[in-house]
């Protein structure tokens, strides 16, 4: 049935365990081994809390999820995407699963810490980024990007929101409930996630991202691309500097049809370098996209001008430029 593997493996793909995952115990964690404190997320079928290990007094933060609802909303294959992804990953710029526990009535996410909350926070507060900001931080995600791909895995919901930044700045993509996992090689789209085509009926369309940053195939529900994420961190960098999403709307169909139409503008005075990589990665065709694989990979968007100055070796160990 749905229900929810309890245990973690630390993958074989996995190069070097980070430090905090290679204490992972034998036994597993009960809710008593940790401090719970204030919530810090809510979504849709959970809640994250700050927790302390009490044995350790590290801090982490710990997704709980209500089974009872997660079976009532069917929202128990989310939990198992967000799982396979995170328990496969190991990026620094990629959210840490450290362990996973239950008790009768919830599954526990054990997470790496975010101590400086959602990229969003920041935009909102300052409106938007200079080009230095944008640039490295398009940069991070550039790399989180890159892995993403090698691991096989579309996060199809990348938004500012889902940016979280730890104690040194640096980003941690989070929420891979909505991650397409695609086969290992990278080379094909075929679907890892694909139901029987009996079961399909009734779930085919059901996943649309968030509207601002939804590409046009995965609205029209053709096949997932790892380029959808592109559309998405070329909607990112348009709004880290100009402060708004390329696409608007007072509903989320008018948002749409835009999407559709590629009907967005490039606002007086936005950076030309950044204007012509926005235009390099809002292009409606998958396939087109620089950075994609047809286009000649990431590192041809790595070359892009934008990207001048940046040193791609080591990012995480860098100081990111304060937030202006
Ligand atoms: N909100 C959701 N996940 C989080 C995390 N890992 N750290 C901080 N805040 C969060």
Redesign the pocket.
């Known amino acids: 049935s749905g229900e929810v593997s309890e245990t973690v493996s630390t993958g074989s793909s996995a190069p070097q365990p980070h430090p905090l995952a290679a204490k992972k115990p034998s036994i597993k964690r009960t809710p008593n081994d940790f401090i719970f404190g204030k919530t810090?997320?809510e979504?849709s079928y959970s809640t994250?809390y700050?927790a302390k290990e009490v044995s350790t007094s590290n801090e982490?933060?710990i997704?709980v999820c209500d089974k009872k609802f997660i079976m009532k909303e069917r929202k128990s294959e989310y939990i198992m995407r967000e799982k396979t992804v995170l328990t496969k990953t190991n990026h620094p710029f990629i959210?840490r699963l450290y362990y996973t526990f239950q008790d009768s009535d919830r599954l526990y996410f054990v997470?790496?810490?975010?101590?400086k909350?959602?990229l969003l926070y920041y935009l909102t507060k300052l409106s938007s980024f200079d080009m230095n900001c944008s640039r490295f931080y398009a940069a991070e995600m550039v790399e989180a990007l890159d892995y993403l791909q090698q691991q096989g895995v579309i996060h199809r919901d990348l938004k500012p929101e889902n940016i979280?930044l730890n104690d040194r700045m640096h980003i941690?993509i989070?929420?891979f409930g909505s991650a397409k996992i695609l086969k290992m090689d990278g080379t094909d789209k075929e679907d890892a996630n694909a139901k029987p085509s009996s079961a399909q009926g009734h779930r085919r369309n059901s996943f649309v991202g968030t509207a601002q940053y939804v590409s046009p195939e995965v609205l029209n529900s053709k096949k997932a691309y790892y380029s959808s994420d592109l559309w998405a961190l070329g909607c990112i960098i348009f709004q880290f500097l100009s402060g708004e999403t390329p696409f608007r709307g007072g509903h989320e169909y008018q948002i749409f049809q835009k999407v559709c139409r590629l009907d967005y503008e490039i606002p007086e005075g936005f950076n030309s370098t950044a204007a012509d990589l926005v235009q390099k990665l809002l292009v409606l065709d998958p396939t087109q996209r620089l950075g994609c694989k047809e286009m000649g990979g990431m590192n041809t968007l790595r070359q892009h001008t934008f990207f001048e100055g940046i040193v791609w070796e080591g990012l995480e160990k860098q100081n990111p430029p304060e937030l202006v």
């Open positions: 810090i997320g979504g994250v700050i982490f933060a997704k959210v997470l790496e810490y975010a101590r909350g959602e979280l941690m989070t929420d």
